[in-house]
């Protein structure tokens, strides 16, 4: 395939701009700096390091098509095992020699004059590139609640993404705030150390079983005797979470067995029925992403840990009061809060062309084309932006779909790539119908949407569906603009299209 050969700037090192990095060496574009402001690759799994921390999506399915996920043991692997394969990733396609760690990128400015990017460190340094190409994702940023008294806390406190590994827990009162899938993780761990532990819940999730981490002896077996074995575990697993979970958000077929699930679960590991009440959620199953766990119950009913539903008023100088006037104490609390998702690219200041601001394009809540372009902002693109993030499925598919569509975008260079209004306009309406047939615009409180009630995070089909919309030709719906004095460049037919991995 014949490429132009652009300078490119891919900022984040997770799965995202990996993956970004392998497709521009593969295609013979090796001008490209990755930006992180890390200290290594890994993304979320570098940074979020809480006892228990792992992913609930299998990992024959949560890896890269290209380097598939082989052990014949582990089904779940850990935090640290997904950092590694990340790390493996970086050394064996030689991307570290484009790696600049350290790096925050603070703006990103357009020139209408060079049809050039100029990236802007936090020490104030400046990059010039033709195509930029952003990679942070969505859950980089932590949300720390805005509880009185919070900043006056004499102890030691921290969000879950900035775990203090050196804190005090053993014998000491501590303190969760939140029942999402970081405290459902942290929790049993936790309340083994600590005296006491108690968890304040705003609003209960739903919960299904999680299948053992590893395999059953015949199955490891298998796996390792027979390799095709892999690539058909992966194939399943996929054709599992769209078909059965995927429905699940819209109200489908699946709706009522998994919450069927959620509800046998729950009964089954709390016996108590005052418990089972609180934990119990009002609202449809999807509208909060499904925590995937066995461990969170249990860990609940130990004699050392207490939920806590009434509200929290104010934090004190050493603990927490409620609503209802009650004081606990807490040496340590801990925050498990989830993310600041829909303030996409934050804190980077991004200035497109005429001087249009990204953060003020976005005052209602972000979205781009397919997740991945927005009108004025040329030769710039998302991977895992607005809409394209998935609670039923692997979030890694969705990035190889985006990296391959990308592909194909810089494909029309040399010259600028713009997303067109017909076509920004064609998908904002197909996108809010979607949306509109979805469980999220409930009345459930979610990471999925805006204060406003603006769902700007998930993507509301199946993923065949994203899968389809990607592997189409980008052409129709972008703007090629050629720099002064060059001549068009005849057109690539050789769309990179794949089957569903």
Known sequence: MAYSTPSVAVIGAGFGGLGMAVALKRAGIDSFVIFEKGDDVGGIWREN??????????????????????????????????????????EKYGLRRHLRTGTPIVAALYDDDTATWTLQTAAGEQHRFDVVISAVGQLHNPKLPEIPGRAEYAGQSFHTATWDAAAELDGKEVTVIGTGSSAAQLLPTVAGRARRVTVYQRTPNWVIPKPSRQFSTATSRALSHAPVLHDVLRAATYLAADTVLSPVISRGWSARPVTALARWHLRRQVRDRD??????????????????????YPALQRDNVELVTDPIARITRDGVETVAGQHR?????????????????????????????????????????LGMAVP????????????????????????????????????????????NDEAMRTYSEWLRRTVGRTVWPAGCLSWYKTESGRVTNPWPASTFQYWRRTRRDPAPAFTVRLPAGRAAVPPDTGLITDRVR
Not at 289 to 295: E, M
Not at 379 to 408: A, D, K
Request: charged share 20%; proline share 6%; with cysteine.
């Open 329 to 369: 104490r807490a040496d340590v609390i801990v925050y498990a809060t989830g993310f600041r998702t829909t303030e996409f690219l934050v804190p980077m200041d991004v200035v497109g062309s005429g001087g249009r601001k990204l953060q003020r394009e976005w005052a209602d809540g972000a979205e781009a084309y």
């Open 376 to 419: 004025g902002f040329p030769n710039l693109f998302l991977v895992h932006g607005p809409n394209t993030i998935l609670g039923h499925n692997s979030n890694v598919f969705m990035i190889e779909c985006q990296v391959r569509y990308i592909m194909n975008c810089l494909r029309m260079l040399p010259g600028t790539l713009e997303v």
């Open 275 to 296: 418990l089972r009440a609180r934990l119990t959620p009002d609202y449809p199953a999807g509208c909060k992403r499904i925590v995937i766990d066995n461990g969170f």
């Open 49 to 90: 390091t809480y006892p228990g921390c792992g992913c609930d999506v299998p990992s024959h399915l949560y890896s890269f098509s290209f380097e598939k996920y082989r052990n014949s043991t582990v089904r779940f692997p850990a935090q640290a095992d997904i950092l590694g394969y990340l790390r493996d990733v970086a």
